[in-house]
Nanobody, 122 residues
Framework: QVQLVESGGGLVQAGGSLRLSCAVS????????MGWFRRAPGKEREFVTA????????IYADSVKGRFTISRDNAKNTVDLQMNSLKPEDTAVYYC???????????????WGQGTQVTVSS
């Protein structure tokens, strides 16, 4: 089992920045790919970004490429999401996710955090 706990959400004006963090506990030695998904009001949960165990591969949704940066610290068991140049359309609940492989399909994710709200005002 892997437990994921997000923090760092909040309210920010358009153009601002937020940093989300995910604390990972449990079977952290399983070399999981870590990622972030989000669910905007009235929409399906969607992939945002993912990072492999040694951070050798990072991938991003086109909508956040160049604005968001994912990073991880395996010694501290944390995964961070730096979000810059935020837009109102980034408003969503953001979920930390863990899986054995990179996967953009929420149905194939093994573990989820409880989510943290990010609201971007115009």
């Amino acid at each position: 089992q892997v437990q994921l706990v997000e923090s760092g959400g909040g309210l920010v004006q358009a153009g601002g920045s937020l940093r989300l963090s995910c604390a990972v506990s449990g079977r952290t030695s399983n070399n999981y790919v870590m990622g972030w998904f989000r669910r905007a009001p009235g929409k399906e949960r969607e992939f945002v970004t993912a990072i492999t165990w040694r951070s050798e591969i990072t991938i991003y949704a086109d909508s956040v490429k160049g604005r968001f940066t994912i990073s991880r610290d395996n010694a501290k068991n944390t995964v961070d999401l730096q979000m810059n140049s935020l837009k109102p359309e980034d408003t969503a609940v953001y979920y930390c996710a863990a899986a054995p492989f990179i996967n953009k399909d929420p149905q194939k994710i093994n573990y989820w955090g409880q989510g943290t709200q990010v609201t971007v005002s115009s």
